[in-house]
């Protein structure tokens, strides 16, 4: 896969040989003299079956999270998914209820459980409180400038339960809206109205399969400024972005700097 969505440069390792010699990858020589991989109708046939396996693989939270993510990356934001961040919250946990700390999601696994809210360590009666949240999706605009970059989250709910059950967490709520200008829920049409979830709150909906769907805004989110603090910045330093997998790191790269430099005028026009 690596080969085919790069430029596919040699670089002489015992997998690029075990490729060659499974006849799914092909040295080419250029007219100008340099030599890149190049996939065979085999190994393009092998590369697709793969990737069939893995979409069946996903569990349905994962793959609505993955469409939601592919048409934030469309409309040429950045995004990330399942990101760890340092975020305040006011509003105190249920009471009598406890939050599990946060750990990697399982396939197939209840998210609420995987994406609840781990309290961090804070001098008693302190508030408000900091915590770790994990926003299914978090994205920002593709610009330079700080006060443009407007970051959104997503929150991905793909049964009624989950949906009920995040609700009732209000220090959760708190904490990605603290990290963001706009938050939205993210579920199947029929898991729940748009009135249900706080007016705060935006919804998407999804009409039909998560591959071929429709994806449809029933109500935008309040939107509010906020600036990334130092400790979201460093974590969005350390993380890899999403890409999408048709796209070439090198295709990337120059539409990254097309799309920035778009944005850098539309900004200077807003800012006019």
């Known amino acids: ?99 599990p700390a946060s750990e990697p999601k399982a396939a197939g696994a209840s998210d609420d459980a995987a994406f609840s809210l781990e309290a961090m360590q804070a001098p008693a009666g302190s508030k408000p409180a900091w915590r770790v949240a994990r926003p299914d999706i978090f994205s920002v605009r593709n610009t330079s400038v700080e006060d443009y970059l407007q970051p959104v989250v997503h929150e991905i709910k793909v049964s009624r339960a989950d949906l009920l059950s995040d609700l009732r967490h209000a220090a959760k709520r708190d904490a990605y809206q603290w990290l963001c200008s706009e938050c939205f829920y993210v579920f199947p049409a029929g898991v729940a109205e748009a009135a249900e979830v706080p007016e705060e709150f935006g919804v998407w909906v999804l009409h039909g399969a998560v591959e071929d769907g429709r994806l449809e805004l029933l109500r935008p989110a309040r939107h509010k400024s906020c600036k990334l603090p130092f400790s979201v910045w460093l974590a969005l330093a350390k993380a890899a972005p999403v890409r999408l997998e048709e796209e070439s790191a090198q295709a990337q790269l120059a539409a990254g700097a097309d799309a920035a430099d778009l944005d850098a005028d539309a900004d200077a026009d807003a800012a006019k």
């Open 1 to 99: 896969m690596k080969i085919w969505s790069s430029a596919a440069w040699p670089c002489h390792d015992g997998i690029e040989l075990d490729l060659i010699a499974a006849a799914w990858v092909e040295p080419v020589q250029a007219g100008s003299g340099h030599k890149t991989l190049r996939l065979t109708e085999l190994g393009i046939r092998c590369v697709a079956e793969a990737r069939r396996r893995n979409q069946r693989a996903l569990s349905p939270h994962d793959a609505l999270a993955a469409r939601m993510a592919r048409e934030l990356l469309l409309g040429g934001r950045i995004v990330w998914r399942e990101l760890p961040l340092r975020a305040r919250a006011l509003a105190p946990s249920p009471e009598g209820e406890s939050e």
